[in-house]
C-alpha cells in the first residue's frame, strides 16, 4: 500500500509479546519505517560505544534505562526520519518517554499487544536474535532454515543475554509498574489513538492489526486527498 501522508505509529505491548515480529509484518506490508528502541540500545553495545557500555548492566539486569537518555537517542533518531511515516516499537515505556515523544509529534496510532506473561515466559527463553538486524526466530514458532544462523545473511544467531528466566521476570515486573499500571496516564487513550490486541498466537492477532491499519491508513489518505 503506497502511503501518501506521513503516519507515525507506535507498537507497545510488554517483553516478548510479539512488538519485533508484528513490526517486521507492518513494515513489509505497510513500508513504514522501523525503529526498536531495544535494538537501537543493543547496535550501541555492539558498537561498544560510551553509552552503550554504560546502559548494558541496566539491561541485563532487566531495568530500564533512564528516560532522559532514552528519550534523546529516540527523538534524535526520528529527527533523521522527519520525511518519512514510521514505526516506533519499544518507546515509550513510561509517562516521560510518552510526554517528550507528544512534545515533538502527533502520533497517529498506538497498537497495544496484550498477550498473557505465562504465554511470554516460554517464549523468551526459547527466541533467537540476529543482532545487526533485529531479526527474530523462535525454535517451536519461527525456527531458522539453518539451525542458528539468519535465513536473510547467514550470520550467527545470539540468545539475548537478558533473555534468562530470572531477567525475563524482572522485565516483566518492570513492564507492569512502569509501563501498563500507567498506560491511562499516557496521552493515548484519551485521544482515541490506542488500539488493543489481544491473544496468545501472533499468527491470529496479525489478521487483525492488518486489517485496521489498511482502515486507517486508507481513511488517514482520504482526509488528505479531501485538503
Ligand atoms: N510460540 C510462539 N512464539 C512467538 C509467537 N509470536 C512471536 N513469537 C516468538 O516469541 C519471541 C518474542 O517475540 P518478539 O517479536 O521478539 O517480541 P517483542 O519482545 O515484543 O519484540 C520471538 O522468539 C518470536 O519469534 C507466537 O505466536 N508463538
Ligand atoms: N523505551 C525504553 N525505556 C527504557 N529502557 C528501554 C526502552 N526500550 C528498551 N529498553 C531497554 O532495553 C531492554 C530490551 O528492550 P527490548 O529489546 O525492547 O525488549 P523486548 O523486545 O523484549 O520488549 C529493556 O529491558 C530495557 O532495559
Not at 57 to 85: E, F, K, N, T, Y
Not at 183 to 198: A, E, I, T
Amino acid at each position: 500500500m503506497a502511503l501518501h501522508k506521513i503516519f507515525r505509529a507506535v507498537i507497545m505491548g510488554p517483553p516478548g509479546s510479539g512488538k519485533g515480529t508484528v513490526s517486521a509484518r507492518i513494515t513489509k506490508t505497510f513500508g513504514l519505517k522501523h525503529l526498536s528502541s531495544g535494538d537501537i540500545l543493543r547496535a550501541n553495545i555492539n558498537a561498544k560505544t560510551e553509552l552503550g557500555l554504560l546502559m548494558k548492566s541496566c539491561i541485563d539486569q532487566g531495568q530500564l534505562v533512564p528516560d532522559d537518555v532514552m528519550s534523546r537517542l529516540i527523538l534524535s533518531d526520528l529527527r533523521a526520519l522527519d520525511q518519512s511515516s514510521w514505526l516506533l516499537d519499544g518507546f515509550p515505556r513510561t509517562v516521560s518517554q510518552a510526554d517528550a515523544l507528544d512534545k515533538a509529534y502527533s502520533v497517529d496510532t498506538v497498537i497495544n499487544l496484550n498477550v498473557p506473561f505465562q504465554t511470554i515466559k516460554q517464549r523468551l527463553t526459547s527466541r533467537w536474535t540476529h543482532l545487526p538486524s533485529g531479526r527474530v526466530y523462535n525454535v517451536d514458532f519461527n525456527p531458522p532454515k539453518v539451525p542458528g544462523l539468519d535465513d536473510v545473511t547467514g550470520e550467527p544467531l545470539v540468545q539475548r543475554d537478558d533473555d534468562t528466566p530470572e531477567t525475563v521476570t524482572r522485565r516483566l515486573k518492570a513492564y507492569e509498574t512502569q509501563t501498563d499500571d500507567c498506560k491511562n496516564v499516557f496521552p493515548y487513550r484519551s485521544k482515541g489513538v490506542l488500539q488493543s490486541f489481544s491473544g496468545t498466537e501472533t499468527n491470529k492477532i496479525w489478521p487483525h492489526i492488518e486489517a485496521f491499519l489498511h482502515s486507517k491508513l486508507s481513511s488517514v489518505d482520504e482526509k488528505c486527498e479531501d485538503l
